[in-house]
Nanobody
């Protein structure tokens, strides 16, 4: 079985920073693209950032210049550095990864979600 475990969420004030981590574990052959999504109360799920195995990144317009996604392929881990946080960044953040196992060439996996709250 494969699991994505997230950490790093919490409560911060506007303008502060937070770093999220997501580690994949289990019977993994390879981890392909990884990314972060978020969902605020009453809002649709939003793609925040993604990164390919060779390091190509994409960001939502709302976070460009403030958030940075990175990954450590040796640790099967993806990070999201969030700077200059705003109240509108408040949401549950979900890690996503495309992962190959011995049974399936590639399947989609999701983390359990970690709460990020930006409030004064």
């Amino acid at each position: 079985q494969v699991q994505l475990v997230e950490s790093g969420g919490g409560l911060v004030q506007p303008g502060e920073s937070l770093r999220l981590s997501c580690a994949a574990s289990g019977s993994i052959l390879s981890v392909n693209a990884m990314g972060w999504y978020r969902q605020a109360p009453g809002k649709q799920l939003e793609m925040v950032a993604s990164i390919t195995t060779n390091g190509r990144t994409n960001y939502a317009d709302s976070v460009k210049g403030r958030f940075t996604i990175s990954r450590d392929n040796a640790k099967n881990t993806v990070y999201l550095q969030m700077n200059s946080l705003k109240p509108e960044d408040t949401a549950v953040y979900f890690c996503h990864a495309g992962i190959a196992t011995r049974w399936v060439p590639e399947d989609n996996y999701w983390g359990q979600g970690t709460q990020v709250t930006v409030s004064s």
